[in-house]
């Protein structure tokens, strides 16, 4: 399962410069505006469709992609992307596909492409890597230990994509979720 987030990772890391190199820098991509639901949440899968389509769709195996609450891909190796358009793109990669148990920190972890600056683009460590893990407030401009990383993990799983990162996509005993 490490291998297949690292290889995801790679993939789309390689997929953004790839199409930064014929659509320019991505903190200058264009996407719809983001629609705010009533209950404050942000959700727009067409958009989120549209810009997967013009941005990245090219340059990775998919062989699906449907509309739900979220946009989705399925990938070529079966895992999943479900993904949500606001300041960022948020992409929540399933190594499993839609197999059980869907939870974040288990067989999701969340990543950030970031198009433009804004709220979520504060999570990311620096302009020059678009793409990133999901990585908590304290350790976007500053070094963290893996202790602050395992205890964001631990806190909120949105995290743990962070600290996988940092393990070099290893799952280490301590990792705080049963795989």
């Not at 297949?4 to 820098?25: C, H, R, W």
């Not at 404050?40 to 997967?52: D, K, R, W, Y």
């Not at 492409?113 to 893990?133: D, I, M, V």
């Not at 230990?145 to 600290?163: D, G, H, Q």
Request: proline share 3%; with cysteine.
């Amino acid at each position: 399962m490490s291998a297949k987030i690292k290889k995801f990772y790679t993939n789309m890391s390689q997929a953004v410069k790839l199409s930064e190199i014929d659509n320019g820098p991505a903190f200058y991509w264009s996407k719809e505006v983001r629609k705010v639901n009533d209950d404050g949440s942000v959700t727009n899968t067409q958009g989120t469709i549209a810009f997967f389509n013009h941005y990245l769709a090219k340059y990775l195996k998919t062989v699906a992609k449907e509309e739900d609450e979220k946009a989705f891909v399925i990938m070529a190796d079966g895992s999943t992307l479900s993904m949500n358009i606001g300041y960022c793109l948020d992409i929540i990669f399933d190594y499993n596909g839609k197999k059980a148990p869907n939870t974040l920190g288990i067989d999701q972890f969340d990543f950030l492409l970031c198009t433009e600056e804004g709220y979520n683009a504060g999570y990311l460590r620096s302009r020059q890597n678009p793409f990133e893990a999901y990585f908590p407030s304290k350790c976007r401009k500053n070094s963290c230990s893996r202790n602050e990383f395992l205890s964001a993990c631990k806190n909120n799983a949105v995290f743990c994509s962070s600290l996988l990162m940092y393990d070099g996509w290893n799952f280490k005993d301590d990792y705080p979720y049963k795989l």
